[in-house]
C-alpha cells in the first residue's frame, strides 16, 4: 500500500514531476512510419505535451510544438515542405531542429531586422525503427534507441497495434509484471465468457522475478511444470520502463498524459520456411477499438482487450492506497522500488536503468527469450498448422479491429489462403488451454 504522496510520485508524467523527468530519459513510440503516407501531419500528445509530428517531402521526421510561436495558430494543420513544416496561418515554416526558415512578409517587408533568427519553435529529436516513429523529450545528448534483437529479425511480417487507453500508464505497465492474470483474466475469464462451466487453466503454483539489465524476468510455474521449463527457466520480460515482451510481441504504454495511455504493440510473425526469403516492403498499422459501441461496455473478446478492462477498471489513477498486495505481487513492488531507486539516480545526474549509448552495444541487444529458434530459423508450414500459437488462419488474437486489408497481406506473407480465417480472440484462447502449446507466448 502506497501513501498518496507516493502514489503521485510514481504515476504523474508532466514535465518537472519525478517520474515525468525519468520517463523522459527513455525513447517513446508514438507513432507508425505507414501513417505518414497517409498523411504526413500527425497530432500528438506525449507525456502532457501537445505536439505536432510531421515527415516532410525529403523524409525527414520532425516532432515541434503543437501551437505557432507566431499568433498560436495549430500546427497540425501546416502542410510539410521540402524541409519542414509551414504554418498554414501566415506561412512561416520550421524545420525538425526548430529552427524558422521562413517568415514569407516580414522577409519582404522588414528582410534586414532577420526576425526569423529570432524565433525558434520547440523540438525533439525523432527516430524510426521496426516501423515505429520514436521521440525522446529528454535532455540532451539523447541516448540510442535500444536495438533489441527481435528489430534485426529477417523473414516475418510485422505489424503495429494502436489503442488508446483511458487510463494513467503505470497500472498498464504494472500488468507487465503480473504472471497470475492470465490464468485468470485470459484462460479462465474466457471460458466463463463463453458460457461455459470449465474447465480451467492450470492453476500457478510458483511465480519468480529477475531484475536484468533492461527490465524484469518474471518466471511462473504452473501445475505439471517442471522446473527445467523455459518459462521457469527464461520467463517472460517486463521491458524497462514501459514495455512487456516475449519481445516477438512487444507492448509498449506510453504515456498521453496523466489520465491517458497510447498502448502500442510491435508484432513479428514468422513466414513458413517456404515463404524464404520473405521482404516486407511496408509494416503495416493500425487502431483498434476498445468500447463496444451497442453497449458501451469494454470489449472482452481478445487477449489485449481482457487487458484493457482491467486496467481502466482500475480508476484514471489506480488507488494504490487502497490496495492489497500479497504474495504474486512481489514484481510490481520491486519495479516500483526501482523507479524510485531511478529517481535518485538522475537526480544525482546519472543514468537510469537500461539507457544504451554504446554504439557497439546497440548493434544488437540479446534478450532473454524463449523460442528464439522459432523466430530466428522459421517452421514448415505444416508444423504451425494446428499449433494454437502459430496457425496463421487464427489471425490476430492479440487486439480486435484488425482491417481486412491487414489480414490479407499476412495471410499472403504466410502463403495462405486469404480467404480462409478462422475468428480470433477467444477461439484462440480455448484452444490455447486446451492444448498446452510448447510455444504458446504467456
Ligand atoms: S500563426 Fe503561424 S504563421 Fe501566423
Ligand atoms: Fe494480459
Redesign the pocket.
Known sequence: MLTEEQNRRLTQVGAGTPMGDLLRRYWMPIAAEDEFDRNPVKAVRLMGEDLVLYRDMSGTYGLVDR???????D?SY?FVEECGI???????HFDETGRCLE?PFEDIANPEAHFRDKVRINSYPVETKGGMVWAYLGPRPAPLVPNYEPFLWKNGFVQIVFATIPCNWLQCQENSIDPVHFEWMHRNWTVRLKGEAGPYGKKHVRVGFDEFEHGFVYKRLVEGMEESHARWQTGRICLWPNGLGPLSHTEYRVPIDDDNTLSVTWHFSRVPTEREPYVQTTIPSWEGPIRDPRTGRWITSHIMNQDFVAWVGQGKIADRTQEHLGTSDRGIIAMRKRFVDDMDRIARGEDPKGIVRDPAQNVCIEMPIIDRHYYTEGLPIDEMLGDPAFDPHKGYPFQIGQPDSVRRAYMEAMGLDPDKVIEAGAEFLSAAGAKTSRRIWV
Open positions: 501551437h505557432c510561436p507566431h499568433r498560436r495558430a500546427l501546416g509551414r504554418c498554414n496561418y501566415h506561412g512561416w517568415q
